[in-house]
Structures are given as C-alpha cells and as structure tokens.
C-alpha cells in the first residue's frame, strides 16, 4: 500500500495487517488488495463479525478511522494487468517483516485507481495500432488532436480564419493538403495530405498557390511546417 502523501504502509496479508504510528491528522490512506477476506468483511457490519480475520480487518479500519484517517479501498484481481503487481507484493512483505512504515526505498503506487490503469492500457493499444506511414504521424506523432482553438506553440487564441481552416482540415476536405507535401516529403500513393483532388488542384491554381501540385518554384515562406491540431 502507499500513502497518497508519500508515506509507505503495507500489508502481507489481511490479518498482519497495520496502520502507520504517526501523528499527523486528517490524512488520506488507499489500500489497494486482491484479498477475498476484504470483501467478505465489508458484506456485513464490524459487530456482525465471526471470521477473525475479518473482525482484525474491521478493527484496523476502525483504528484508522478513529484517528482521523480517511480510508479508500480499492480491489484489483490479483494479476490482472496492474503493472508490477508481484513488486508491490514484494515491498508489502519487506514491510512488515521489519516493522518500519517509512522507508524511503518503498515504491509509490503505479495507479491510484483503476480508471488510470484502463485508461493506460487503452490509450497504449490505440497507439500501436496507429499507422505511421502518414504525414501526421511525420509531423504530431500520437499526439491526439486538440479542441482548445489555441496555437499549440504561442498559445494564442487563433482568430476566425484558422478556426474555419481547422474546422474544413478536420472534415478531410481542405486547400492547405498539399503545403504538408513541403514538410514532409516522404509519403505514400494513400496519403489524402499530398494527394489532393483534381478540384482542390484547380482551385489552388487558380489563386496562383506556389505548392500547388507541379509547381516548381516554392518559396522558403511556404515550406514552413503546418501544425495539425
């Protein structure tokens, strides 16, 4: 277990369990177990108690209730995908052999809930499956898109005009595709950044666009990179 204020408790098992002997008041405990004895405790009342182990763990939450603790309990299956399970069990048990609830070498919790450990795990299979063969991916990498209408590098607020250009590039129909080609050469026959329609290619001529498809001659002003929000 571990603090949320950075001091270690621990626990090997329901009925070795205890509580830091500290002082301090008003202070926030998360016990994170997979023990099945947790749950049948809290099914019934701390007087309802015939399982020893079960009244010592009411009693300890009693104990830490008294003292002006605030306890949040959270269960995980045992293995189930939070990382380094089997470390946190390791430290749990140094603990409590050696008595001492504030070593400074006790790792703090990886996840302090489990919508963060999903979260992690979605949000790192999202990525694998995003393909990189793309001029976005060239140029924001997995960084997802953002809504705050503020550029991502000054962080000024972006007046109407590329908020409308936002707006068009988002539904994938846009003039300013194939300034991308200038940033990012390398791409692929697929790529909707470079290869622009016959009709955004007409009308980019049309207002003499220097990188317009077949263009020549490109100034440095407009081989600057186009950020993606």
């Known amino acids: 277990m571990q603090l949320q204020d950075g001091i270690p ?17 008003h202070k926030t405990l998360l016990v994170v177990t997979d023990s099945q004895s947790l ?13 020893w182990t079960e009244d010592q763990i009411w009693q300890r939450l009693l104990t830490l209730t008294c003292a002006g ?4 309990l959270q269960f995980c299956y045992g293995h189930c995908g939070v990382h380094a399970n089997e470390l946190a069990d390791q430290y749990a048990t ?3 052999e050696t008595g001492q609830y504030t070593e400074q070498g006790i790792a703090p919790l990886w996840h302090t809930d489990l919508l963060t450990c999903f979260t992690t795990q979605l949000t790192n299979k999202w990525r694998s499956t995003i393909r990189q063969d793309t001029h976005r991916y060239l140029l924001c990498g997995t960084r997802p898109s953002d809504l705050s ?11 109407r005009q590329e908020l409308v250009h936002l707006a068009r590039a988002r539904c994938g129909e846009s003039e300013l595709w194939g300034r991308l080609y200038w940033a990012v050469r390398d791409c692929t026959n697929q790529c909707r950044f470079c ?8 009308y980019m001529r049309s207002n ?22």
């Open 195 to 202: 290869n622009i329609s016959p009709e955004q290619s007409a």
């Open 94 to 96: 140094q603990t409590m």
């Open 208 to 229: 003499n666009d220097p990188t317009a498809p077949g263009t020549d001659t490109v100034p440095p002003s407009a081989r600057r990179k186009t950020s993606l929000q």
């Open 39 to 51: 749950l049948a405790a809290l099914n019934k009342g701390p007087l309802s108690q015939t399982d």
């Open 9 to 25: 408790c621990a626990a090997s098992s329901p009925g070795k369990a205890d509580y830091p002997r500290i002082q301090h008041r």
């Open 69 to 72: 603790w605030s306890v949040h």
């Open 149 to 159: 209408g503020k550029d991502l590098i000054t962080q000024e607020v972006l007046h």
